[in-house]
């Protein structure tokens, strides 16, 4: 009789495949399952052949070949077929049973899922795994969530497989009840939208500006990523602007500048909303994705309206170092911001997030991963009740010095007509956020004006609200106040 297996895995599309692959490196049997019976051959005839991994189209087989408690890892499309999976295999589970979903599914369905399995007697957790298909083969970053109970049993597998930095440091840890783990996975998609905008942006100033090669910028973003800029994201830019097509010209030239999405960053937005919590550099990357999709509709509008002339830059190398100290800059404020939304959701819903643990986990394995995670750690474990990630000691400091850099590449950026959403997010994010005073007290006058909504004053205590009769017309009447 065949030993049983360790580990499930329904769904063997790309992420799938190579999770099994890892999983099954680390010394653990592997059952696979999907619908289709030619992708299990492929699978088992192929990459996996020779391997401890077996495949079954049924998922009755599937639950029957594991060892109890059974746990089974669900790499399939977020939304209903996740509920479809879900259902077709509880007939055959026992009480104490773990099903985890990594896939990138919505927090509040994992919320929602959690509870009808946990009333069944079976166990849940959603697992958010970033690295794409290279992490998920050699080692991704897993943030599970969820009923806790199950950790003690998937833990052993989740840190073999997971990346590891400094030799030995998993990334990897228990982020939470509920949809703690989604949630934290959702906003490291958000942070990688922004990220990946700003660095977009900066390189469309540089090239237009100063007129660089793909070449050229290449060797730019190669140098960085040896300074406090050193991030995957950055490195794979390097790699991208050397890449040639097969005529021996630059790829990057031929891509059509229209960028897909698949939801995650609108998720973000939408829980920035409900909380509430500025994610304004964040919002502004996935609305220049929508944008970027108006091809035919850009097209029209620039015959109509010519680009402007580009302001000419007498320093190069200056100008080259203010744009990695912009970059810098931006790119912590997006941090900041995704940290601060992680910070609100931990109090809204009581989950006790480790601020400072997410960072360390981000470090290896995720497409996020970058130099200053450990520096943001390092902020948290200093003060774990730090309001704005921009109040640290050191992050003060690299403000400082960056700020002027920032103002300097967008005032430049805006003269020559090139788009910043997310650098002009990120600079007016942090103007609004180190003013003592901002146009709110017009805007709530009007409010209060038009609608009776009340103002506070600031020769009265917080939390007393007044109306005013602006046309003495109006009656003494007002209506809610500004809260939330």
Not at 81 to 110: C, E, F, K, M, R
Not at 256 to 263: E, I, S, W
Not at 268 to 279: E, I, R
Request: aromatic residues 8%; charged residues 25%; glycine residues 8%.
């Amino acid at each position: 009789m065949k030993e049983k297996s360790d580990i499930g895995l329904v769904g063997i599309a790309v992420m799938g495949e190579n999770l099994a692959l890892n999983i099954e490196s680390q010394g653990y049997r592997v059952i696979v399952s999907s619908r289709k019976q030619t992708v299990i051959d492929n699978f088992l005839n192929g990459r996996a052949k020779s391997k401890n991994i077996r495949g079954t189209t049924d998922l009755k087989t599937l639950v029957e070949d594991i060892k109890k408690p059974r746990k089974i890892i669900l790499m399939i499309k977020a939304g209903n077929p996740v509920d479809q999976v879900i259902a077709q295999l509880v007939p055959w589970l026992d009480q104490g049973d773990i099903i985890i979903d990594g896939g990138n599914s919505l927090y509040l369905d994992t919320n929602r899922r959690l509870k009808e399995l946990e009333k069944r007697g079976f166990l849940y957790v959603g697992a958010g795994i970033s690295g794409g298909e290279e992490g998920a083969l050699k080692g991704p970053s897993i943030m599970p969530g969820g009923s806790e109970e199950a950790w003690q049993f998937i833990r052993p597998i989740f840190e073999a497989i997971a990346a590891k930095v400094n030799g030995n440091e998993v990334c990897t840890d228990w982020m939470g009840p509920e949809g703690a783990g989604h949630f934290v996975k959702m906003v490291h998609n958000g942070i990688e939208y922004g990220d990946m905008q700003l660095i977009s942006e900066i390189y469309a100033i540089l090239r237009l500006i100063l007129n660089q090669s793909p070449l050229q910028l290449s060797t730019i973003f190669k140098q960085w990523n040896t300074t406090d800029l050193k991030s995957y994201l950055i490195e794979i830019t390097s790699d991208i602007l050397a890449f040639t097509d097969q005529d021996g010209l630059p790829l990057i030239d031929k891509i059509l500048d229209t960028a897909g999405q698949k939801g995650t960053g609108k998720w973000t937005v939408n829980a920035s909303l409900d909380l509430p919590t500025p994610l304004t550099l964040i919002s502004e990357s996935v609305y220049a994705r929508i944008i970027s999709s108006l091809k035919d509709q850009r097209n029209a509008a620039s015959s109509h309206y010519p680009p402007l002339k580009s302001v000419s830059i007498k320093d190069p190398d200056s100008f080259v170092e203010d744009a990695r100290k912009a970059l810098y800059l931006a790119k912590l404020l997006s941090y900041t911001q995704g940290f601060d939304l992680l910070k609100h959701a931990s109090n809204e819903f009581n989950w006790k997030l480790k601020l400072g643990n997410i960072a360390l986990i981000w470090r290896g394995g995720c497409i996020i991963r970058s130099a200053f995670l450990d520096r943001i750690y390092e902020a948290y474990e200093k003060n774990p009740q730090l309001e704005n990630l921009i109040l640290d000691g050191y992050f003060k400091k690299k403000v400082n010095a960056s700020i002027n850099s920032l103002r300097k590449i967008l005032v430049i950026a805006i003269q020559s007509g090139i788009p910043t959403p997310a650098l002009s997010a990120a600079l007016n994010y942090f103007d609004s956020y180190r003013s003592a005073q901002l146009p709110a007290n017009l805007l709530q006058a009007q409010r209060d004006y038009f609608g009776a909504h009340t103002y506070e004053r600031i020769d009265q205590p917080r939390g007393h609200f007044f109306h005013t009769d602006w046309t003495g017309r109006g009656g003494k009447t007002s209506s809610s106040s500004y809260n939330r």
